[in-house]
């Protein structure tokens, strides 16, 4: 019920009028309840009319321009996606309306969207948010898919990429994947190696377990200090590096590049690893039983044992960094310290994902482009493990992938309206215009990529050919409170640990495991 003032003549200046609406027609009623007289009725709707149009259009139906109403959330895709929507309407005949907003403000201004009468028909969420939206029925679940092709796209996602809900379902399409492991230049590895074929090698490291990886490590940094040949076994192969270094590998000074006064880039993704040991998905964190956490402690501490090893063997800007005060210090050992690093050829390795190209790209456009990816290697047992399925070997060959977020249909949409969004979100990842937006406009990893699909980032190529191949590990980190991994586990790392240079004691290291399960 709408409530106006208006000013005609033979109506007192402070007439209110209450626009009313019964089943035979719109009436007005005057000041005290009383319907007004035809004739004044009629004066005061032509008012309205030229005073007060937008009375008339809330009265009824609301008067769409558009087929789909898309409420966008990734912010540096909005204007291809404007461009995008362009092209879907030359091809289709059909109107997108986007609205994009930044994911900081993203869940207020959606709510107030979602409960209007101009709702989105479809929009994004990252697999946090999305419980709420869920909760309050917003989230179109896959049995409910109308066009059977959708239907089968969803289907199609890996089970480890899929929005779920309560740890089951799948409602939603991911824009894009993004995953992180051990970034090497291959033209490096190539000379280290003394090879000009890493086709076996490669095979071999995925395959190899974490003693293996410790053999090799101190092996390549006997090489990098002395020039030497070194010898080392993956998953049983014997493997000699060069006799001698090569202009390229002169360079090098550490095995790893480690930004150590950045929590996030240990305590974020590093931490992950332990937390995929016990938890199976975003929603497993959340909502579990709290003893569950308990089972966490040895996972926690063997990932420690795993950082102090790689920790004694770190590049940096003017040779090898050993642990200590500089190690934590911003200006010799921050995260664009560390990129730079590793741009330069001075690290062999960087634990990173497959954002950083742009980023080595300006130190040095040639080393980007040799860029691949290798996984990490875990400390675990599979007695250490209790997630279902997931043993030493999967993790040990396998990256963490994860999506940051999802197109979802409005389940509280008209069935027309379901099929407009639908078709649009089909066309989007089958259609040639919209796979060339996504690989080329918003530089995204297709969740439905396969080996055809080639991109301009080697990384992004790399999670590709991990995603064929089904080594991928779920990034249950995601559901973490961020201040855990800055202000607990990340903090613990930089402060206690970090400073010191020795060996980090097993006592030490149960401690920090105990105040991050009790965090």
């Not at 008339?56 to 990734?74: E, I, P, S």
């Not at 089951?168 to 090497?184: F, H, R």
């Not at 921050?334 to 742009?358: C, H, M, P, R």
Request: with cysteine; net charge negative.
């Amino acid at each position: 019920m709408f409530q106006y003032a208006v000013y005609i003549a033979g109506i007192k200046a402070n007439e209110r009028l209450v626009l009313i609406n019964s089943k035979d027609e719109t009436c007005f009623k005057g000041k005290g309840g009383k319907e007004m007289k035809k004739s004044a009725r009629y004066l005061c709707l032509a008012a309205l009319t030229g005073a007060a149009a937008i009375c008339l259009t809330g009265c009824g139906k609301v008067k769409k321009d558009y087929d789909v109403y898309f409420f966008n959330q990734k912010s540096e895709i909005a204007e291809s996606l404007e461009e995008l929507t362009d092209k879907y309407e030359e091809e289709t005949g059909k109107k997108v309306k986007v609205f994009t907003v930044g994911t900081t403000e993203g869940s207020e201004t959606m709510r107030s969207e979602l409960k209007s009468k101009e709702y989105p028909t479809l929009f994004s969420s990252n697999a946090i948010a999305f419980e709420e939206w869920k909760s309050a029925g917003y989230a179109t679940p896959v049995e409910d898919i109308q066009n059977e092709e959708m239907k089968s796209l969803y289907e199609s996602v890996p089970e480890a990429l899929r929005l779920q809900f309560e740890g089951e379902g799948n409602y939603g399409i991911p824009y894009n994947m993004e995953g992180y492991g051990l970034i090497v230049d291959e033209q490096m590895l190539k000379e280290v190696m003394g090879t000009e074929d890493l086709e076996a090698f490669t095979e071999d490291y995925k395959a190899a377990d974490y003693e293996e990886f410790q053999n090799m490590v101190i092996a390549l940094d006997a090489f990098i200090k002395d020039g030497t040949a070194q010898t080392f076994t993956l998953n049983g192969t014997e493997y000699t590096t060069a006799d001698e270094k090569t202009e390229l590998t002169e360079k090098l000074n550490g095995v790893f590049a480690v930004a150590g006064a950045e929590k996030w880039t240990y305590g974020n993704h590093f931490g992950n690893y332990p937390i995929s040991t016990v938890y199976e998905n975003v929603y497993d964190v959340r909502e579990s039983d709290p003893d569950k956490a308990d089972q966490l402690k040895t996972p926690l501490v063997k990932s420690l044992q795993e950082l102090d090893f790689l920790t004694r063997y770190t590049a940096g800007p003017d040779g090898a960094i050993e642990r200590g005060p500089q190690y934590i210090n911003s200006t010799v050992n921050g995260y664009d310290q560390a990129v730079q690093t590793f741009a330069e050829s001075k690290a062999l390795f960087i634990k990173n994902g497959n954002w950083i190209y742009t980023n080595v790209a300006k130190v040095d456009q040639n080393v980007a482009d040799r860029l691949t990816m290798l996984p990490m290697k875990v400390n675990f047992s599979d007695e250490d493990i209790s997630v279902e399925g997931l043993d030493v070997e999967k993790m040990n060959r396998s990256i963490p992938e994860f999506v940051s977020q999802y197109y979802i249909i409005n389940a509280k949409a008209t069935d027309e309206e379901k099929k407009e969004a639908e078709d649009f979100l089909l066309w989007l990842n089958t259609s040639e215009t919209g796979q060339d937006y996504i690989v080329n406009k918003f530089a995204f990893v297709p969740f439905n990529a396969d080996e055809s699909t080639v991109l301009e980032n080697p990384l992004s190529n790399a999670l590709i050919t991990y995603k064929v191949a089904d080594d991928l590990l779920a990034n249950p980190f995601d559901a973490v409170p961020s201040a855990w991994g800055t202000e607990c586990y990340g903090k613990y790392i930089m402060e206690d640990l970090f400073t010191n240079p020795d060996e980090w004691s097993e006592e030490e290291l149960e401690e920090i495991a105990d105040e991050c399960i009790d965090y």
